[in-house]
């Protein structure tokens, strides 16, 4: 079975703190692939990473950084230095490679105070 | 912005109704799936079309249905709408392979809101 966990259902920071936003897989499926989507109020997805299971590689893209841990099925998401305007809901997604399928999480509401 | 449009925006229909939602995906992608957000979750996968089949489902039941059409763009049919049909309807366009191992990235138009009464 797939499920994507996110245990962290609400989280409030102050504008410039950091902030991880956790994940936890779960997929009996060697090859797949990981991503963060964010929801901004308007209710549009805007895709922000995609990663491939044989790619462990971290990756930092500005003020994001996502740190990939298979061993521990594990893809957590780090803002640093938050700005109100990250302040959305963001989902954690698993695809299978069988077919385009996409599995989300719960999701986990962030919210920047100024 | 995606490329992908969805109409209409927002939509209030009564129980029993019938609805349909439409999209248009991204130029250059030839796979449609839909989702359902309900309030508070995270979006539920309903179907994916890939060249105008259905190319998989999830857990709705048939009264779901859908179609594409020759420009890849797709509609939503929902009949004998329940209150419980009231959520996001969500379209994601991507360059499928119809089932076999796709690398491409969905990416989401803007949803349409249903609220049925």
């Known amino acids: 079975a797939q499920k994507v966990t996110q245990a962290q259902t609400e989280i409030s920071v102050v504008e410039k703190e950091d902030v991880t936003l956790d994940c936890v897989y779960e997929?009996?499926?060697?090859?797949?692939?990981l991503f963060w989507y964010k929801q901004p109020p308007s209710g549009e997805l805007v895709f922000l990473i995609r990663?491939?299971?044989?790619?462990?590689q971290n990756e930092i893209s500005g003020r994001y950084s996502w740190n990939f841990q298979k061993s521990t099925s594990s893809f957590n998401f780090t803002i640093t230095a938050s700005q109100v305007v990250d302040s959305a809901v963001y989902f954690c997604?698993?695809?299978?490679?069988?077919?385009?399928?996409?599995?989300f999480g719960p999701g986990t509401s962030l919210s920047v105070i100024p | 912005e995606t490329g992908v449009t969805q109409s209409p925006t927002h939509l209030i229909k009564t129980r029993g109704q019938q609805v349909t939602l439409r999209c248009s995906s991204q130029?250059?992608?030839?796979?449609v799936s839909w989702y359902q957000q309900a309030l508070g979750q995270g979006p539920q996968f309903i179907f994916q079309?890939?060249?105008?089949?259905?190319?998989g489902r999830g857990n709705f039941p048939p009264r779901f249905s859908g179609l594409q059409f020759p420009n890849y763009s797709s509609e939503l049919n929902v009949n004998a709408l329940e209150l419980d049909d009231s959520a996001l309807y969500l379209c994601?366009?991507?360059?499928?392979?119809?089932?076999?191992?796709?690398?491409?990235?969905?990416?989401f138009g803007p949803g349409t809101r249903l609220l049925v009464l």
């Open positions: 997604a698993l695809r299978r490679t069988s077919y385009d399928k996409v599995i």
């Open positions: 994601a366009s991507s360059l499928g392979q119809g089932g076999f191992m796709s690398q491409e990235t969905q990416y």
């Open positions: 997929t009996r499926d060697t090859t797949y692939y």
């Open positions: 990663r491939n299971s044989f790619d462990e």
């Open positions: 079309y890939y060249r105008e089949e259905e190319n």
């Open positions: 130029s250059g992608h030839n796979t």
